[in-house]
């Protein structure tokens, strides 16, 4: 009777057992070992090339350091004011705009743009008869210049002041339009620019703009002073 | 009555009424430019110590020093200088070839495009002014380059021609190669086309304005002054490409400095 219990008892277990069996078999299988089983279908040479499989994966993303840029103050952007002594047509004011740009310690670049209205000859006020209509009596010009920083320096204002300074030299050519016609310019002159901020100058310059010209008769060199004050702004 | 002296008061109380507008708008800039307050680059100090002058040139006294160890932050650049500020908020002007000698903070060593005659074998920018005749009018014109490579360049350029018949523009675009670009005295070749524009003087008979396409080749030399100025010199021979029955060849040199970047 014991033996009888015993088999009952052992294959009521294993029918168990079988069960939970069949039971697995029929479970869904999880979608990482399906996608893994069609993989290992597809490429099945991917296993032996693959990497080993990491024992850490520390998902840090490493830091890009970002090195700050440093500015550059090489550009000076500004404008200027002051008397044009046009030759034969008396001294005028001119006021114009100016682009430096500072090519190394002694040398920079300059372009300028300026405009005047030009008088009277002496031979029009006493004669009454105008040489040139309105509209060519106005004198434009640009200049494009090479400058050269020949006495750099500091001046002193006060004891507790000092501000950065250059006495330079600044030549080039340019056009003049002027009576009708442009002409071919050159120009030359000096200057003299203080700093009271590393952001701001004051220049005082003093040009020649020399071109050939016939409005007065015979051809000839015609030299026109300028005399000027400049404010400009470093970028 | 009443109506009259509420609208001139009302007239009178506008700017202060748009005063604080003024304020508020002033103090949003304000908060803007703070909030954008510039990170400086901060060099350390690994030579035995660091110069600093107190005006950006060589002639400027040296008053301050910043020794090994100590760090400064870079406020700007201007030419080979650059002003500086120490740990002890002191502010002064440091040479480039100084600071050549410094290391970021992680310990690389600091590098910067120095303007010397490696510069000129290789860089990026480049523009420069001339002086010259164009089929014998003078010439006044500008010229802007980008480097491809060291040898290869791409080049813009415009120039005003003022002549005794007539006035006018030249624009160019086209290719520069350098033959060598390491040597102090180097030669290249040019080829591109453009636009010209003749303006003849109102004192002839036919004072009419045309445009015409060119085509360009030039040949030219390059010669390094120093740091990171050169002068530049080249012939171009212009085929311009008119509405007549044949094409006008004109002549062009020009000669002056430039400078690269």
């Known amino acids: 009777m014991e033996t009888r219990i015993c088999i009952l008892l052992l294959s009521f277990v294993a029918l168990e057992c079988s069960g939970c069996a069949i039971f697995h078999r029929h479970a869904k299988p999880d979608a990482d070992t399906q996608s893994s089983d069609t993989n290992a279908q597809t490429s099945p040479d991917s296993d032996a090339n693959a990497p080993p499989p990491s024992v850490i994966d520390p998902q840090v993303e490493r830091r890009t350091v970002k090195v700050p840029s440093i500015r550059p103050s090489n550009v000076e952007l500004g404008v200027y004011y002051g008397e044009l002594s046009i030759q034969d047509f008396g001294a005028q004011p001119v006021a114009g705009l100016r682009f430096d740009y500072h090519i190394s310690e002694d040398f920079f670049a300059e372009a300028t743009y300026g405009r005047a209205k030009a008088g009277f000859t002496s031979f029009e006020t006493l004669s009454n008869i105008q040489l040139l209509s309105d509209a060519e009596r106005r004198f434009t010009y640009y200049n494009l210049s090479l400058g050269y920083n020949l006495l750099p320096g500091e001046v002193f204002v006060g004891r507790n002041l000092a501000m950065t300074s250059a006495f330079y030299l600044l030549g080039g050519i340019g056009s003049v339009k002027f009576a009708g016609d442009q002409n071919f310019t050159v120009n030359f002159g000096a200057g003299f620019r203080v700093l009271p901020t590393d952001w701001l100058a004051l220049h005082i310059d003093v040009q020649d703009l020399v071109f050939r010209s016939d409005v007065t008769g015979e051809e000839e060199l015609k030299n026109n002073l300028q005399a000027t004050f400049g404010l400009t702004v470093f970028f | ?261």
């Open chain 2, 1 to 261: 009555m009443e109506r009259s002296i509420t609208t001139t008061r009302s007239t009178r109380r506008w700017p202060t009424k748009v005063a604080p507008l003024i304020a508020a708008l002033l103090l949003s800039l304000l908060a803007a430019a703070a909030a954008s307050a510039r990170e400086y680059l901060q060099l350390f100090v690994v030579q035995p110590y660091l110069e600093l002058h107190t005006g950006p040139g060589r002639g400027y006294p040296v008053t301050q020093v910043v020794a090994r160890g100590e760090s400064v932050d870079v406020l700007m650049r201007r030419t080979e200088w650059f002003k500086v500020r120490t740990e002890h908020g002191v502010e002064g002007w440091a040479y480039e070839r100084d600071l050549v000698h410094t290391t970021l903070a992680d310990g690389t060593p600091f590098q910067i495009n120095l303007g010397d005659r490696a510069g000129f074998a290789a860089h990026r920018w480049e523009s420069g002014v001339f002086g010259g005749a164009y089929a014998g009018a003078s010439t006044i014109s500008a010229y802007q380059a980008f480097s491809l490579t060291d040898n290869l360049k791409i080049e813009l350029s415009g120039a005003q021609y003022l002549g005794n018949l007539s006035n006018g523009y030249l624009v160019d675009f086209g290719f520069a190669h350098v033959f060598m670009p390491n040597w102090r005295f180097s030669p290249f070749v040019t080829l591109g086309g453009g636009y010209e524009r003749v303006e003849p003087k109102a004192t002839l008979a036919e004072p009419l304005s045309s445009s015409n396409q060119t085509a360009y080749v030039g040949v030219g030399v390059r010669y390094y002054l120093g740091r990171r100025l050169f002068l530049r010199g080249e012939l171009r021979e212009h085929e311009v490409f008119t509405n007549q029955n044949s094409n006008e060849v004109k002549n062009e040199w020009k000669l002056g400095f430039a400078f690269f970047y």
